[in-house]
């Protein structure tokens, strides 16, 4: 299978603890090639920071994830930030409950509220006009941190749907009035997704959460880490290893439709999670 000349990989490694996320994540990276030269580069790590909640609820990134991520990209000589750009409060009060703050604070690097927003406006796609998060635009790497969970609006939160986060808080309200169904909105995450390109992936699926997502379901134990350079396969991939039905998924059936996930190679270790419980409803309003 191949992406042009080169075989689109996704990596699924086992994990099923934090302490030792950061040999598994350096081993993914190898896996998938992913050997840029990062001295001096500016490398934004978009993380989850949904809202103001504790690392044990499994709403956010977990806080041992990202300073495994963040330490990874420092040792190689990068200048790493960190952001999001909660809806419901500020980057720094969910900072702060997440825990993820604290680990900005002792590595030295910024955690950044995506609150300068630019007019962006592409030539393709069903929806072409986006206020982008300045710092997401001037950063030469966007490394994609979601939390595997499952989500009342798309069915499933991955890489794709975390990169919503990019389009500032308040910001975002605008496109729920504006995209009224599951299938229109999940277009849109598919073209601000197309328009971002996210140089890397890396699913905190360690702890997740499934049912009534992204904030009130079931905590589960996945026990995985799931990466590439490409976010759609990489979804593709992860739905694939859960035993969610891509037909029931607008978000995932339209990638595939459109040719947005293409072949790609699962490499890593051998697997076997439970299937997700996807939400009961799919509401948008």
């Known amino acids: 299978m191949g992406n042009g000349s080169q075989t689109k990989r996704v990596a699924i490694l086992s994990s099923p603890e934090y302490k030792k996320c950061r040999e598994k994540i350096s081993e993914g990276l190898d896996l998938i090639g992913f050997d840029e030269t990062l001295r001096g580069k500016k490398v934004l790590l978009k993380v989850n920071l949904l809202s103001a909640r504790s690392p044990e609820s499994c709403v956010t990134t977990n806080p041992l994830f990202v300073r495994a991520v963040a330490e990874l990209f420092l040792g190689r000589g990068a200048e790493v930030s960190v952001g999001d750009s909660p809806a419901s409060v500020s980057t720094s009060v969910a900072g702060y409950a997440s825990g993820i703050s604290q680990v900005c604070k002792e590595l030295g690097i910024p955690?950044?509220?995506?609150d300068d927003p630019v007019q962006i406006v592409f030539?393709?796609?069903?929806?072409?006009s986006f206020?982008?998060?300045?710092?997401?635009?001037?950063?030469?790497?966007?490394?994609n941190l979601p939390k595997l969970k499952t989500h009342a609006l798309t069915r499933v939160t991955l890489g794709v749907k975390n990169l919503f986060g990019c389009v500032p808080g308040a910001k975002k309200q605008g496109w729920h009035f504006r995209v009224r169904n599951m299938k229109e909105f999940s277009k849109m995450l598919l073209d601000l997704a197309v328009h971002l390109r996210a140089d890397l992936t890396v699913i905190d699926g360690i702890y997740g959460m499934d049912g009534n997502g992204p904030s009130n379901g079931r905590i589960i134990k996945p026990g995985i880490i799931g990466m590439s350079r490409d976010v759609f396969a990489l979804d593709d991939a992860i739905a694939e290893?859960?035993?969610i039905n891509h037909s029931k998924v607008p978000i995932l059936q339209i990638a595939r439709d459109r040719g947005l996930v293409g072949d790609y190679d699962?490499?890593?270790?051998?697997?076997?999670p439970d299937?997700?419980?996807?939400?009961?409803?799919?509401?948008?309003?």
């Open 241 to 243: 290893l859960f035993g």
């Open 266 to 272: 699962v490499v890593g270790d051998e697997v076997h």
């Open 123 to 128: 030539d393709e796609g069903t929806y072409r």
């Open 111 to 114: 955690l950044l509220d995506f």
């Open 131 to 143: 206020l982008i998060s300045k710092p997401v635009l001037e950063t030469d790497l966007l490394i």
């Open 275 to 285: 299937k997700l419980l996807l939400p009961e409803t799919n509401f948008i309003g």
